[in-house]
């Protein structure tokens, strides 16, 4: 392979991971900013037993298989608001790994729209539709790539306590423009939030 070939991959290897870096700290400083603004939000007197807005922050175990026939396994921070009794917006931001020995992993940013319902004050069921940017690390480090991706999604929030929320969460996603055809990983989640 000539030299300036070798330089241009890992001038587009090394400018992807400096975007990555910048895009997980603009995704942390506005999941502050919306936890914030919904603090605020929430605080304000309503009626007895009505609630204007919903909010909570979450941590999650996640995995499921993945591309090259692997498991990958990992942990995934969430937060939804929803701001009417039945709509609201979540943000994720994923990273899961391979139970291989090749540092293959898959990192995500995930912003979208999700419907919810309430059934006997505390089974919430709720589907989402969520767009994000992906991060694929290739096998031994040999690339390390951003693709957009489309999420489809669903799940149960439990209400175990006022301030704690159990989730079950499944997703599929579709990288867009991955090489060798659409990477689609299947992703399942178990989680514990605080609910404001």
Excluded: C
Aim: aromatic residues 14%; without cysteine.
């Amino acid at each position: 392979m000539p030299i300036q070939a070798v330089e241009t991959i890992t001038a587009r290897v090394n400018d992807t991971k400096s975007r990555d870096k910048n895009i997980f700290r603009i995704a942390i400083f506005l999941l502050g900013i919306g936890s914030v603004g919904s603090a605020r939000v929430l605080g304000q007197a309503t009626a007895a037993g009505v609630r204007k807005a919903d909010f909570q922050v979450g941590l999650g175990v996640s995995g499921g298989p993945h591309y090259g026939g692997h498991r990958y396994y990992g942990g995934t921070f969430y937060t939804t608001f929803d701001f009417s009794q039945h709509w609201g917006i979540e943000g994720d931001i994923r990273q899961v790994d391979t139970t291989g020995d090749n540092k293959l992993y898959e990192r995500t940013y995930q912003l979208g729209v999700r419907y919810v319902r309430h059934y006997k004050g505390f089974i919430n069921p709720y589907g989402k539709i969520m767009v994000g940017r992906g991060v694929f690390n290739f096998a031994n480090d040999s690339a390390n790539l951003a693709y957009n991706i489309g999420v489809l999604g669903g799940g149960v929030d439990l209400n175990v306590t006022r301030h704690i929320n159990v989730r079950g969460d499944f997703e599929y996603q579709h990288w867009k423009g991955f090489p060798n055809g659409a990477l689609t990983p299947k992703m399942l989640t178990a989680g514990v939030a605080y609910h404001f």
